[in-house]
């Protein structure tokens, strides 16, 4: 699967994806400061969770199909967006913009899921994945 592939529909969503991830990421740094257990927790669950969108958007391993499964719906991911922009939302223009874009990004992609002329990407389909494959049954 390329990054790119400017013959499908997907390329826009994957770009998206992309750009959201490594917001998630930037914005879990800043959530950081000012220190405190609590910042640093959330920060690095962020940081974690940016990581999981990038790399979803190169493979989807069985086990994130398995266990993150709502990342290969509209719906799943867009709630799963609107969940992490609002715990990035917070003082600071990075977090401002990164947590608006992020929750901004979740409401549209909720909307998509109860549109039917926009299919979801193939990264975004869970009998594509493999994961029925190898489990025998779908996501």
Do not use: K
Request: hydrophobic share 55%; proline share 6%; charged share 10%.
């Amino acid at each position: 699967m390329a990054l790119f592939d400017y013959d499908s529909f997907a390329s826009p969503f994957r770009i998206v994806n992309l750009v959201i991830g490594a917001l998630m990421i930037l914005g879990g740094f800043s959530s950081f400061f000012p220190l405190g257990f609590r910042s640093v927790i959330l920060g690095l669950y962020t940081v974690l969770f940016g990581s999981l969108v990038v790399a979803a958007e190169f493979s989807m391993p069985t086990q994130i199909a398995q266990y993150a499964s709502f990342l290969l719906s509209f719906l799943g991911r867009g709630m799963f967006y609107i969940l992490v922009g609002a715990f990035i939302l917070g003082p600071g223009p990075l977090r401002i913009v990164g947590g608006a874009v992020i929750l901004l990004v979740g409401a549209i992609y909720v909307v998509l899921e109860f549109t039917p002329s926009i299919e979801p990407p193939t990264n975004m389909r869970g009998e594509d994945n493999g994961y029925e494959a190898a489990y025998g049954e779908t996501v």
